[in-house]
Each structure stands twice: as C-alpha cells, then as structure tokens.
C-alpha cells in the first residue's frame, strides 16, 4: 500500500497564522517565530493506524502521512530513526527506580538525533526546489546536514565555531561540504550563515528557523509510544540545547492522540541544560516564556552551548504543560554520567546523553522523580565524536 503525506499548510507557532506549504518558507516574516508544519489528521487516522505499522518500512518515515514530504522521489533516506528503546536495568538499580529506558540515538546514520532533523529538512528543500543549503552548527548537525546534502547531489555550506570537535569538522570535508570556522558561538555562526544565505542565495536550514528539521525530531515521539507498546512513558529527560528535540517530540504527543494512539496523558518534559549555558532554565525558574541570550556560554557539550534559542518559549510551554522541569548539570557531572551509562549499559553516549543521567539523579534525589516511574533518557548522540573534548583519565575515572 501507498502511504502519502497529508501535509495541508504551515501555521505560525505564536500567532496561529497560516502559510502555504508548497513555497518555501523559513520563519513567519512578522514576527520571526518557528512554523510548524500541519497536517490533515482525520484524513491521516484512516491509514496511519497501529495495524499498518506492521507492514511499513522501519526508518523514520514509517509514520509518512504525518511527514512533510509529498513526492517519495525526494526522500533522501540513509537509515534514520528505527532507534532503539534500551532497558537499562543495572542502571535502574543504580540509580534506584524500577523502569529505566534509554532512547539510544547514537545508532542514527552520522552518529546522533541530528539526522532525523536534517533527512526531513533537506528531503523537504530538494522538493521545494531548495538545492543550495546553509547552517550554522556546533557539530552533530553539520555533519548530518552535509551528509544528506551529499547523498541528494546538494550543494552545503556549514557555519561552525572553531572550538567545535574536530571530528564534526573533519566529517563535514569528508562529505564535501563548504566549511568556515567562526571565531565565536553558535549565535556568531547563525549571523555569518544568515548573512551568506542573503548573499550567495542559499537557503538557512538552521535549528527551527525552517519548519521541517521539528519533524523529523518528532519521531522520536512516535517511536517511544511505539516501541512501549502505544503507552506514554511519565517521565522524558532530554539534552536541550536549541531545542528542536523536546519541540519536536511534544507536538508528536498532540498529534498521536488526534491520531487516536493515545489519550490525553503526557509524559512531563525534563528540560536539561549546562550549568555553563542555561538560558532556557533561567527563564523556566523566573517564570519567564522567552529566555534572555546567556552570558559568555561555556561547557564541553557542544550541542548544549546555544546562548540563545529562537524556540525557547516552545520548550518552556512544553515543560509547564507536562508538569515538568528544567535542570542543569555541571560538564563533570556529565563526564560522570557518560562513564557510568557506558560501563553499565555498553552505551557511549555523547555528553549530552550523560548530562540526562547526571539530570535523573538530582530529580530522584528531590523527590521530582519516584522510583515506580517509568523514565527514558534521551541519547542524543554518540560519544566518540567527543574523544578530543573529554578530560585526560576518563577511563580511569
């Protein structure tokens, strides 16, 4: 059987307002917010049904009428999504609760989450006729972006501060991607790459300043309830940085149930940033929905080192809805917790995965967290991108 996409229009995050789908579009120009992409769900619930999901390929694009792509001739599929739902039970014992899984996005093609984001973002700039690409990035999804630009014939240009692992430079060359390095953040990066698009004519895919990177994250969700036998799991800790993930992840909640998978139970979103580059959890703890740009950013996790997030009123609704939270870890609790997820699970993740153990740890310890929960912490990515970046003696730790 055919699946296609249901697509219907974009709609403005913050204001609600509508935009065609089939022209390309970044943010709203008023306002300078996120779109989102919408779909026709009533139509998408008469085949996306648990039953067909037997029969269906087993990347991200499984779940096709709530993906933005229209034509399957402009999928530029290299194995994304499929990840697996770990259970960590020795680091349950650990840590004291009863059920702990982790989402392990390090398996993805390029070695992180970044990929669903960039397959749908790049799939859906090849259909828009967009073939000249650039973003700025502090690692994972440069590589990820060039990837897909490599595997579609596309042409990419990567922004990228010079402090980044040198494993995210070096793979970006290798996939032939126009790489310069910024003296500065990944708020620098965004300017020269913004400033170049206008130049040269190329078109940003940088993080929710288009519409289609959120859904490819959003699969994330959908496996999740999947892979837990279409339950909703109570407590998700995820890495934040800029953001898409969580965002991604919360819209993919508000479309099952119109799909009629789940109901209106949620799991609470645990928002995890840096000690070192908080501006998301500032806000959260000010009562604030917009987050003001953090000062002088500094910590080992390059995908959590995003002073400032156009999306950040997005996490933050997504946190309060669910009931959730907003944490920081310090760079050594996430060496920590990389080393611990690693010795008693066999999962190297990346610092941003040890960060959620580090996160899981401090919620237990204040009651945020019971041990009859049922928990997963997001991996984002895979460690040994990071091998430059991690302290001398870590494995003796």
Same mark, same amino acid.
């Given at each position: 059987?055919?699946?296609?996409?249901?697509?219907t229009?974009?709609?403005?995050t913050?204001t609600?307002?509508?935009?065609?789908?089939?022209?390309?579009?970044?943010?709203?120009?008023?306002?300078?917010?996120?779109?989102?992409?919408r779909?026709?769900?009533?139509?998408?619930?008469?085949? !996306?049904?648990?039953?067909? !999901?037997?029969?269906?390929?087993?990347?991200?694009?499984?779940?096709?009428?709530?993906?933005?792509?229209?034509?399957?001739?402009?999928?530029?599929a290299?194995?994304?999504?499929?990840?697996?739902?770990?259970?960590?039970?020795?680091?349950?014992?650990?840590?004291?609760?009863?059920?702990?899984?982790?989402k392990d996005?390090?398996?993805?093609?390029?070695?992180?989450?970044?990929?669903?984001?960039?397959c749908?973002?790049?799939?859906?700039?090849?259909?828009?006729?967009?073939?000249?690409?650039?973003?700025?990035?502090?690692?994972?999804?440069?590589?990820a972006?060039?990837?897909?630009?490599?595997?579609g014939g596309?042409?990419?240009?990567?922004?990228?501060?010079?402090?980044?692992?040198?494993?995210?430079?070096?793979?970006?060359?290798?996939? *032939?991607?126009?790489?310069?390095?910024?003296?500065?953040?990944?708020?620098?990066?965004?300017?020269?790459?913004?400033?170049?698009?206008?130049?040269?004519?190329?078109?940003?895919?940088?993080t929710?300043?288009?519409?289609?990177r959120?859904?490819?994250?959003?699969?994330?969700?959908?496996?999740?309830?999947?892979?837990?036998?279409?339950?909703?799991?109570?407590?998700?800790?995820?890495?934040?940085?800029?953001?898409?993930?969580?965002?991604?992840?919360?819209?993919?909640?508000?479309?099952?149930?119109?799909?009629?998978?789940?109901?209106?139970?949620?799991?609470?979103?645990?928002?995890?940033?840096?000690e *070192?580059?908080?501006?998301?959890?500032a806000?959260y703890?000010?009562?604030?929905?917009?987050?003001?740009?953090?000062?002088?950013?500094q910590?080992?996790?390059?995908?959590?080192?995003?002073?400032?997030?156009?999306?950040?009123? !997005?996490?933050?609704?997504?946190?309060r809805?669910?009931?959730?939270?907003?944490?920081?870890?310090?760079?050594?609790?996430?060496?920590?917790?990389?080393?611990?997820?690693?010795?008693?699970?066999?999962?190297?993740?990346?610092?941003?995965?040890?960060?959620?153990l580090?996160?899981?740890?401090?919620?237990i310890?204040?009651?945020?967290v019971?041990?009859?929960?049922?928990?997963?912490?997001?991996v984002?990515?895979?460690?040994?991108?990071?091998?430059?970046?991690?302290?001398?003696?870590?494995?003796?730790?």
């Open positions: 059987m055919k699946y296609e996409s249901t697509i229009h974009l709609e403005c913050l609600g307002e509508r935009f065609d789908a089939s022209h390309p579009h970044r943010t709203n120009p008023a306002n300078g917010k996120p779109l989102f992409a779909y026709d769900l009533d139509k998408a619930k008469s085949s !996306l049904t648990k039953e067909s !999901l037997s029969d269906r390929r087993n990347d991200m694009w499984r779940y096709q009428e709530v993906m933005p792509v229209i034509d399957d001739a402009n999928i530029i290299l194995g994304e999504g499929g990840t697996p739902l770990l259970n960590a039970d020795r680091l349950a014992s650990e840590v004291g609760i009863d059920t702990l899984f982790i996005e390090g398996v993805n093609p390029t070695g992180s989450f970044k990929a669903r984001g960039l749908a973002a790049v799939s859906k700039a090849k259909e828009l006729g967009q073939t000249r690409l650039t973003m700025p990035s502090a690692g994972n999804a440069a590589g972006m060039s990837a897909y630009a490599a595997a596309m042409e990419a240009h990567v922004f990228m501060p010079k402090d980044a692992p040198i494993a995210n430079k070096i793979e970006c060359q290798a996939y *032939g991607a126009k790489l310069t390095l910024v003296d500065g953040f990944i708020t620098d990066a965004g300017q020269m790459s913004q400033q170049a698009a206008a130049e040269l004519g190329l078109f940003d895919v940088s929710l300043r288009e519409p289609y959120a859904e490819g994250k959003k699969t994330m969700g959908y496996e999740i309830v999947e892979q837990m036998g279409f339950e909703v799991p109570d407590v998700i800790v995820y890495p934040t940085g800029g953001g898409t993930g969580i965002v991604g992840i919360w819209k993919a909640m508000d479309e099952m149930e119109q799909l009629g998978w789940i109901g209106s139970e949620r799991p609470r979103m645990v928002c995890v940033q840096a *070192g580059c908080a501006p998301l959890v806000a703890e000010k009562g604030e929905e917009f987050a003001d740009p953090f000062p002088d950013p910590t080992l996790a390059a995908g959590m080192r995003v002073p400032a997030a156009i999306g950040d009123f !997005l996490v933050i609704r997504a946190v809805e669910s009931g959730g939270t907003a944490i920081t870890v310090s760079d050594g609790e996430m060496v920590d917790g990389m080393v611990e997820m690693a010795r008693t699970e066999g999962v190297f993740a990346a610092p941003e995965g040890g960060a959620t580090a996160a899981l740890r401090k919620l310890n204040s009651g945020q019971t041990s009859d929960e049922r928990v997963v912490l997001l984002t990515g895979n460690g040994h991108k990071y091998l430059d970046m991690l302290p001398e003696g870590v494995a003796q730790s």
